[in-house]
């Protein structure tokens, strides 16, 4: 069962129809039993950290996630939530990446919109993707480069555009509106 986690944050529709187009089943939910006994979670996100934490925690969303031993995927808002902390809102966040999430400083356009590619990519999660794939970013925040730190863009300043940790991944771009690149990628998550 693919569960991806609803809490408060937009960009669920998009996510669950890019996991049907590739012939899962998907549940949207927030409930904890169903999120522990999930093949996969999906954590998307498009929203302000603050508001989205302070659901989580609400709920009590946010010790789940830390806790979760299946492969968990988050996406923009979901990976700027996986880190320690960001500028958006002052947040403390999840800790399950050891880096912080600052804003773009306001040289060049910000926030960073389109299709962008990236650099140092390494993990399963890349399988067949070339640093010449680009995927599609819409972001005005960003995550510090970090150990963890599995793919890099340079807009503005080098950023982390992925993450792994464990079972823990996070990408800042939106497979789910990436085209092919973006499908390849969320099906090298889902065969994980």
Not at 39 to 47: A, L, S, T
Not at 124 to 142: E, M, P, T
Request: hydrophobic share 40%; proline share 4%; charged share 20%.
């Amino acid at each position: 069962m693919i569960v991806i986690l609803k809490y408060n944050a937009g960009n669920v529709t998009s996510v669950e129809n890019a996991v049907k187009k590739l012939g899962y089943k998907v549940v949207i939910t927030d409930d904890v039993e169903i999120l522990k006994t999930a093949d996969k979670v999906i954590f998307p996100g498009v929203g302000e950290a603050s508001s989205a934490m302070k659901y989580l925690r609400e709920k009590g969303l946010d010790q789940v996630i830390r806790e979760l031993k299946q492969p968990v995927l988050g996406i923009c808002l979901g990976m700027q939530l996986m880190c320690n902390s960001s500028e958006e809102g002052a947040t403390q966040a999840l800790g399950i990446f050891n880096t912080k999430v600052l804003k773009f400083p306001p040289q060049g356009l910000v926030p960073q919109m389109g299709w962008n590619n990236f650099t140092s990519i390494k993990g399963k999660l890349f399988k067949g993707i070339a640093s010449d794939d680009n995927c599609y970013f819409v972001h005005s925040y960003y995550a510090e480069i970090c150990p963890e730190t599995i793919a890099v863009n340079d807009y503005i300043l080098p950023f982390s555009v992925a993450l792994n940790r464990d079972n823990f991944y996070a990408t800042q771009f939106h497979p789910e509106k990436s085209g092919e690149i973006g499908q390849r990628i969320l099906k090298n998550f889902l065969e994980l």
